[in-house]
């Protein structure tokens, strides 16, 4: 079991930044990778970072990347996702998650993802 607790989210202009953390507890050992999504009203969660447990590699959304950088720090076990030049667009609440899901290809997919966090807003003004 793990439990993820996210922190970090806020209201923010719009070409500002903003750095989301997202602390994990119990069993991380057995899990593959670390991921952020989003969900904004009415619209389905997207795929917004995930980074790799054994080897640190990377890999984000579209919309996000060369925006937003995902890291992680195993001394905290957390994961944070620094989120730069924000678009109103960004807007949403964010969530961390753990996936026990070998294949790279499937990080993107939020059903491959068992363990959430509750989820932090963001919130960008034009």
């Known amino acids: 079991q793990v439990q993820l607790v996210e922190s970090g989210g806020g209201l923010v202009q719009a070409g500002g930044s903003l750095r989301l953390s997202c602390a994990a507890s119990?069993?991380?050992?057995?899990?593959?990778?670390m991921g952020w999504f989003r969900q904004a009203p009415g619209k389905e969660r997207e795929f917004v970072a995930a980074?790799?447990?054994?080897?640190?590699?990377?890999y984000y959304g579209d919309s996000v990347k060369g925006r937003f950088i995902i890291s992680r720090d195993d001394r905290k076990k957390s994961v944070d996702l620094q989120m730069n030049s924000l678009k109103p667009e960004d807007t949403a609440v964010y969530y961390c998650?753990?996936?026990?899901?070998?294949?790279?290809?499937?990080?993107?997919?939020?059903?491959?993802?068992?363990?959430w966090g509750q989820g932090t807003q963001v919130t960008v003004s034009s």
């Open positions: 998650a753990a996936t026990d899901v070998e294949y790279r290809e499937r990080w993107r997919e939020s059903l491959q993802y068992p363990y």
């Open positions: 119990g069993r991380t050992s057995r899990y593959y990778a």
């Open positions: 980074i790799s447990w054994s080897d640190y590699s990377t």
